[in-house]
């Protein structure tokens, strides 16, 4: 069983950061690209930022050079910098991890959700 869990989530006024962070734990073989999505209320779920195994990544036009996406290999976590939040940033964020198990070859795992609210 994998299991990912997010926390950073909150409230911040506009041009504020906050930092999420997102822990995968279970039996985990190999992680190869972790990620963060978010869903605004009436939206589609959207991709925001991700980062492969070997440390490329891959960022929503929206959020360039305003969120960095970073993991740590050896703590099996991904973080989601984000600076010069925006109203528009508003969502619930999703953690996503494509997870290869000791038994079953690789397969997306997502988190609960952690609600990020920017007020202007």
């Known amino acids: 069983q994998v299991q990912l869990v997010e926390s950073g989530g909150g409230l911040v006024q506009a041009g504020g950061s906050l930092r999420l962070s997102c822990a995968a734990s279970g039996s985990i073989f190999r992680i190869n690209t972790m990620g963060w999505y978010r869903q605004a209320p009436g939206k589609q779920r959207e991709l925001v930022a991700l980062?492969?195994?070997?440390?490329?990544?891959n960022y929503a036009d929206s959020v360039k050079g305003r969120f960095a996406i970073s993991r740590d290999y050896a703590k099996k976590t991904v973080l989601l910098q984000m600076n010069s939040l925006k109203p528009e940033d508003t969502a619930v964020y999703y953690c996503?991890?494509?997870?290869?198990?000791?038994?079953?070859?690789?397969?997306?795992?997502w988190g609960q959700g952690t609600q990020v609210t920017v007020s202007s």
């Open positions: 980062i492969t195994s070997s440390s490329s990544t």
């Open positions: 996503n991890a494509n997870i290869a198990t000791m038994v079953s070859l690789a397969y997306d795992f």
